[in-house]
């Protein structure tokens, strides 16, 4: 069965820093790699998907992920965050085939500094 | 505008008096799915339907019944609530099943049962 990590609870970043958040994946086969975030009293966003083809993929609002095989992770990268990038962000595997069941991590809480 | 609503947003129950939670789609999506989220746990797939009459149980089944009679509608049921499936719930829809489309959620349902 696949299965996320996202090893840290929270992230706190000054406003203008660079933002990441990580996330590895244990799944057999091809792995489709999500991420979506989650805003106070709202339901879960899409921000970018890795299916097939280069390894770093762009995003919503300014949000890119690099996917790296042999570490078998998925990182959430910003250049630079915003105070509106403040909420729960979520890391995602399907083990792709026939069905979309979604595994997701815990969420990792990202608080922006201002 | 291409959604997935839910309701009702918040419900408070008894233990034991049956409920439904109603989710519909406006995108003719084939996928769709239930999840519980709690605290720490990041989000717990309940069932999942890969088109019309066809649904199946995912990772926290217990408790909780679905029917899938039309493409839109993919109502939950529990039949009889405890107060361990006080939840935040969410239904989601994809367009595909094959685990490379993003899902569509729902606002969520915030359950309590007392």
């Known amino acids: 069965a696949q299965s996320v990590a996202q090893p840290e609870d929270q992230v706190n970043v000054a406003e203008g820093n660079p933002l990441t958040v990580k996330c590895t994946y244990s799944v057999s086969g091809n792995p489709y790699l999500f991420w979506y975030v989650q805003y106070p009293n709202r339901g879960l966003q899409f921000l970018l998907k890795?299916?097939?083809?280069?390894?770093l993929v762009k995003g919503s609002y300014g949000f890119e992920a690099e996917f790296n095989k042999s570490q078998t992770s998925f990182h959430l990268k910003k250049p630079s965050a915003l105070v509106s990038d403040s909420a729960l962000y979520f890391c995602?595997?399907?083990?792709?085939?026939?069905?979309?069941?979604?595994?997701f991590g815990k969420g990792n809480q990202v608080v922006v500094i201002p | 505008e291409a959604q997935v609503t839910q309701n009702p947003r918040y419900l408070i129950t008894v233990t034991g008096k049956k409920l439904t939670v109603t989710c519909s789609q406006n995108?003719?999506?084939?996928?769709m799915s239930w999840y519980r989220q709690d605290p720490g746990l990041g989000l717990r797939q309940i069932y999942y339907?890969?088109?019309?009459?066809?649904?199946d149980k995912g990772d926290v089944p217990e408790g909780y019944k679905v029917s899938r009679k039309e493409k839109r509608n993919f109502p939950l049921i529990l039949e009889s609530p405890s107060p361990n499936q006080t939840s935040l719930y969410f239904c989601?829809?994809?367009?595909?099943?094959?685990?490379?489309?993003?899902?569509?959620f729902g606002q969520g349902t915030r359950l309590t049962v007392v």
């Open positions: 890795y299916i097939t083809g280069d390894n």
């Open positions: 989601a829809s994809s367009l595909y099943r094959t685990g490379n489309t993003e899902a569509f």
């Open positions: 339907s890969m088109n019309v009459e066809v649904t």
């Open positions: 995108m003719n999506h084939e996928y």
């Open positions: 995602a595997v399907t083990p792709g085939g026939r069905n979309n069941r979604l595994a």
